[in-house]
Structure formats: structure tokens, C-alpha cells
């Protein structure tokens, strides 16, 4: 068994915030900070601070290793916070593990297989030459801030070629078709989904905003009139922070 590395803070019920691509749990170090609970955040396997294990790093992987994480840590009644493709992580937790989720929140996630059409044009391009590429473009970490500059680079050109585009690759489209008919079918499971006004960069275009809004079960859709691009907790980490510090409020009170 491999146990992840993971950030934690506050006490009270478990709110677990989980990273995609290309970062880690640093992602969420300035969104923390606000948010009432037991924090924890863990870096993806290959990810960060965990274990480099001689794996593929698929989808299947990452689930396998988050498993025996949450089965570690004994956690239950879990509000799950999911960026990139830790929104795609969180949804599948969940849809396996119904019984031990409180609700999840979504920000620029991976919730639906996409056809190239209805891929952001601006990213298009480059994620064509991803999937057939043995190695990362340069520049695919450029913009971010130090703290994944020594990124084991393995798992990062794996999740980008794990994309759901045009019906490929069968498997994790598979999976992430049966989370999203479980994110349909769970009304009793409070659902979050916080946007902001599209940077160039934006995963979730205001089509694929409705889309979620009209097929996924207890879905509040907050729209934050600031700006920004893929990664919002780099970008806006207060307006993010105030937006789920809200959410988690109001089912505490309710």
C-alpha cells in the first residue's frame, strides 16, 4: 500500500480538496486558509510530495491510490472539492462510495467526455499533439508559480493524454460516463459548481456550464464575475475561498 502525502488543517467533518494537472496540493495553500472543517488535501500519486512509484499513472491508478488513502485515513460523511482532474477523481470516489459523501464542489473539473468541437479552440491544438507525443511540450508548466517547477513529469503527460476527447481513451471516458450518471441520479447529494468570467484558458465554456447545470442533480451554479483561466485557485483564491466558504456554511446550518 502507498500512502499519499497530504495537507491538513481545522477539525470537524472531512472536506477533501483534490488537484489535477499539472500541480498538487499546493494548489489549494491560498484557499485553505478560509475554509471551515477538517481540511485535507493530498498530492495525487507521482504527484508533489507522495511516492514515485514505477506505475502508468492512468486514471485507474490515481482512484486505486486514493482509495486506499480515504480507507487509511477512515474517512466518512466527506465533502469533496475537485479542480481539473480532481474533479473527475472526486466524482468517481463518490459514485463508488455513496454512503461516505456529504456533497462536492467543482471548479474548471473534468465532469464530461468531450468531442474535439466541444473542446476550448485555444487548447485544441495542443492537446492533439499531447496525445501522440512520448514527452511534454515545452512550456506546459509556464505561467504557474515555483512550487511545481521539480514536477515528476510522468504522470503529468499521462493525464493530458487521458483527456476525454472524441471517444478516446475508451476507458476513462467510460468512467467518467458512469460518475456523471451517478452526479444525475443523486438529488439527495448537495453539488457545487463555481465559475468565473472565461479566461483564454477556460476548460468549462458557458455551453459545458449549462450542460452540467441541466443534467447534474442538486446543482448550485455560483458564476463569480471575476476573471479568470484554468487554474482558479492560483488565479482567484479569495473569490474561490468565499464562494465554497458560503456553500459549506449554509449545509452546516441547515
Not at 460518475?179 to 443523486?186: E, F, I, V
Not at 455560483?222 to 456553500?247: C, D, F, I, S, Y
Request: overall charge negative; glycine content about 8%; proline content about 10%.
Amino acid at each position: 500500500m502507498t500512502t499519499l502525502a497530504y495537507r491538513s488543517a481545522g477539525s470537524g467533518p472531512p472536506v477533501v480538496l483534490l488537484h489535477g494537472n499539472p500541480t498538487s496540493s499546493a494548489l489549494w495553500r491560498n484557499v485553505m486558509p478560509f475554509l471551515p472543517g477538517r481540511l485535507l488535501a493530498p498530492d495525487l500519486i507521482g504527484m508533489g510530495d507522495s511516492p514515485r512509484p514505477d506505475i502508468g499513472y492512468t486514471f485507474d491508478d490515481h482512484a486505486r491510490h486514493l482509495d486506499e488513502w480515504f480507507d487509511t485515513l477512515g474517512l466518512d460523511d466527506v465533502v469533496l472539492i475537485g479542480h481539473d482532474w480532481g474533479g473527475a477523481l472526486a466524482a468517481d470516489w463518490a459514485s463508488r462510495h455513496p454512503s461516505r459523501v456529504r456533497a462536492l464542489a467543482f471548479t474548471e473539473a473534468v465532469l464530461k467526455p468531450m468531442t474535439w468541437e466541444e473542446f476550448p479552440p485555444a487548447g485544441a491544438e495542443v492537446f492533439r499533439a499531447i496525445k501522440a507525443a512520448d514527452e511534454l511540450p515545452a512550456g506546459f508548466l509556464a505561467g504557474l508559480p515555483p512550487e511545481y517547477a521539480t514536477t515528476f513529469h510522468r504522470p503529468l503527460l499521462q493525464f493530458a493524454r487521458s483527456l476525454p476527447l472524441g471517444g478516446e481513451p475508451p476507458e476513462v471516458v467510460a468512467r467518467i460516463e458512469a460518475s456523471g450518471r451517478w452526479l444525475a441520479s443523486s438529488p439527495e447529494v448537495p453539488k457545487l459548481l463555481v465559475t468565473f468570467e472565461p479566461g483564454f484558458d477556460t476548460m468549462l465554456t458557458p455551453s459545458m456550464i449549462d450542460w452540467c447545470a441541466a443534467e447534474f442533480a442538486s446543482l448550485e451554479v455560483v458564476r463569480r464575475p471575476e476573471k479568470a483561466g484554468h487554474h482558479t485557485p492560483e488565479e482567484q483564491p479569495e473569490a474561490l475561498a468565499e464562494a465554497l466558504a458560503n456553500w459549506l456554511t449554509s449545509m452546516a446550518g441547515a
